[in-house]
């Protein structure tokens, strides 16, 4: 990346770089062809972030899309307007009319563009310096030794530490995180006029978020590139935007600054849109349930007892066991009947491999107590018999659903398996638990594709209560969704609980829904629980500084309040591999009093 900063001019910062006029544009399916953006109008000032919020299907993708001409082919087409480039002397390209080959000079060049999901855009059988030093090399001409001196620049800019040594890495040798600050640095090592980041860091943990956002703000001061931001997060938003376009159904509903928008919406929708947004300190106070509340072990709905779950790794010449994953190193909780766990960390910190050891899914060793019952000392019948009483809904519902079967087949899957009820009976309990989730008897005909994202995590919810298991394990089960649609997910857990007394381990990296739907917090890192107490306690007084860290990291949905800075990320979370016989030091969890309790001296 050039050392020289391209500051923007004084002259040019007021100045349009892309102009969009009335642009619309169709997609060709099986029912013929629908516009999925209507008569989209829109102007990007040099050194300005431009976000474009709303939910799926309002045409934000589809929009970053015809700007890059990488419209799905042969189904997606421009079908009016324009879509102009300027250049610093006012000179302005129409994107629409240009070839396959004048595109590819212009992209990566003029406007680049972030994927949400970095393993999908990254070639997976490249090396990441391979990637990164064929792109300069194809746009500057430069050699392969200068290019290579770029793409090393380009990484430390993007404050990935070993810069070199990363060169030789794969994608897949990479956290999340890293990928994406990669695909940062190949957007940027060419110093775009325009850089359109849609969604690039829905898939991340908060703190990893809060040191990508940080990132494109330090790079858009120092290099004066204009940022197009689609998210559909509002407190990103908050954070980011200079100017905001709300989109709804392909047309745009609402436009203004930021603090215009937060402050005063006009339409309807984005008033929805800003209520939905989570909010830190708006959950109702709950009671402080902790595990010191004298309640007895059998009133319990799970009890765990030191959890262990850990993974050989095969290397060398011979394929020895030479490595160790301590994906969950000894933790300790209960769960009462009507009670919410949130379970929280970042990735990798073993919260999902706790979930699937309470479900029966992974081996592990300690003590996990169902109902009274001890899962180790259990036969095989029992063992099925208990396992009715824990339930699971993943994050992604389409990845949970069958396509070949009906959504009512699905839903009583369940039943089927364990006998339970007659065809009419396993049908008219179905027919009930889709009106209770929200969706109408007559669905249970349909495929899963024939609904939307919400709709099928609502059929994942209807399948889970099919048995009137005691306990759900809700992992990540709203993270994929919409704001609008996560809300009314978590109101329809809500009125469940209340209607069931059903309990939830609710598993997230979010702690803006965490402190909406929890009784009591468990923050796990590396494989330990770090911090336990009621949501209260660990909200309002967080003891242990990595749960700290996680609380401040949340963005806010207000622009008065801001942050100057995110919070740096020191270093990257160590890995949980260890060498075979390296032993991981037991944290000791001090009380705090209450049910309050958080390791200290680390």
Same mark, same amino acid.
């Given at each position: ?44 000032? @040099? ?28 189904a997606g087409r421009i079908a009016g307007g324009t879509i102009r480039l300027r250049d610093e002397d006012g ?24 994927? +949400?999901?970095?393993?999908?855009? =990254? ?31 380009? %990484? ?15 994608? $897949?040798? %990479? ?30 943990? #908060? ?13 858009? @001061? ?6 197009? =931001?689609?998210? $559909? ?92 994953? $301590? ?16 379970? #929280?960390?970042?990735?990798?910190c073993g919260k999902s491999t706790t979930a699937k050891a309470l479900a029966g899914l992974v081996p592990y ?25 824990? +339930?699971?809904?993943? +994050? ?112 997230? $990296? ?15 890192? %590396? ?43 020191? @270093? ?31």
């Open positions: 990346m050039s050392q020289s900063l391209r500051e923007v001019p004084s002259a040019l910062a007021g100045e349009a770089v892309l102009e969009i006029a009335g642009l619309s544009v169709s997609v060709r399916g099986e029912d013929g062809e629908r516009e999925v953006v209507s008569g989209l109008s829109l102007s990007l000032k @040099r050194g300005e972030t431009l976000c474009i919020a709303g939910e799926s299907g309002s045409g934000k993708s589809m929009t970053a899309l015809a700007i890059m001409q990488l419209l799905p082919q042969p000179s302005a390209v129409e994107l629409t009319v240009l070839d396959e080959r004048r595109m590819r000079d212009i992209r990566g060049d003029r406007i680049a563009m972030i994927f +949400q999901e970095p393993m999908t855009s =990254l070639n997976p059988v490249l090396s990441i310096g391979r990637q990164l030093t064929e792109s300069i090399e194809a746009h500057t001409g430069v050699s392969q030794t200068e290019a290579k001196l770029r793409a090393v620049a380009a %990484l430390k800019a993007v404050r990935i530490s070993e810069a070199e040594s990363r060169l030789k890495q794969f994608p $897949h040798e %990479l956290s999340g995180g890293m990928r994406q600050r990669v695909m940062i640095a190949m957007a940027l090592a060419l110093e775009p006029d325009v850089l359109i980041a849609d969604e690039p860091t829905t898939a991340l943990d #908060v703190t990893v978020q809060g040191e990508v956002l940080e990132l494109l703000r330090d790079l858009q @001061r120092q290099h004066g590139t204009s940022v197009i =931001l689609i998210t $559909h997060d509002m407190g990103v938003v908050a954070e980011m935007a200079d100017r905001v376009i709300v989109m709804r159904n392909g047309r745009m509903v609402e436009e203004g600054t930021t603090a215009a928008i937060f402050a005063r919406p006009q339409a309807a929708y984005t008033r929805e849109l800003l209520a939905a947004v989570p909010r830190i300190g708006s959950g109702a106070r709950r009671r402080a349930s902790g595990e010191s509340d004298g309640a007895a072990m059998q009133d319990k709905v799970a009890v765990v007892k030191d959890l262990q779950v850990r993974f050989d790794l095969r290397g060398g010449f011979f394929g020895r066991v030479n490595r160790r994953v $301590h994906a969950v190193e000894g933790i300790s909780f209960s769960i009462a009947p009507n009670e919410t766990l949130a379970l #929280v960390g970042e990735s990798g060793s300690g003590r996990v107590t169902i109902g009274g019952r001890e899962l180790s000392r259990l036969g095989r019948d029992e063992r099925k018999a208990v396992r009715r009483d824990v +339930q699971m809904v993943f +994050q992604d519902p389409y990845a949970s659903l069958d396509p070949r079967m009906r959504v009512g087949e699905l839903v009583a899957e369940p039943l089927l398996i364990h006998s339970i009820g007659s065809k009419e009976e396993r049908r008219e309990r179905v027919a009930a638990l889709f009106e209770r989730v929200g969706l109408s008897s007559e669905q249970m005909e349909l495929y899963p594709h024939e609904f939307s994202g919400g709709q099928r995590q609502r059929i994942c919810i209807a399948r889970a209560l099919a048995l009137r298991p005691k306990l759900i394990i809700a992992d990540e089960s709203v993270s994929a969704l919409d704001v609008s649609v996560q809300a009314r997910v978590l109101d329809l857990l809500k009125e469940l609980q209340r209607e069931f007394g059903v309990a939830y381990l609710f598993i997230s $990296h979010d702690m803006a829904v965490v402190e909406n739907v929890s009784d009591r917090v468990a923050v796990m890192y %590396l494989g330990q629980i770090v911090e336990i107490g009621s949501r209260d306690q660990v909200f309002s007084n967080p003891r242990h500084p990595y749960t700290r860290r996680l609380i401040e990291a949340v963005p806010v949905p207000d622009p008065s309040l801001r942050r100057t800075r995110f919070a740096r990320l020191e @270093r990257e979370i160590p890995s949980a591999t260890r060498r075979i016989g390296e032993s991981v030091p037991k944290l000791v969890l001090k009380d705090f009093g209450g049910g309050h309790f958080a390791a200290v001296g680390d």
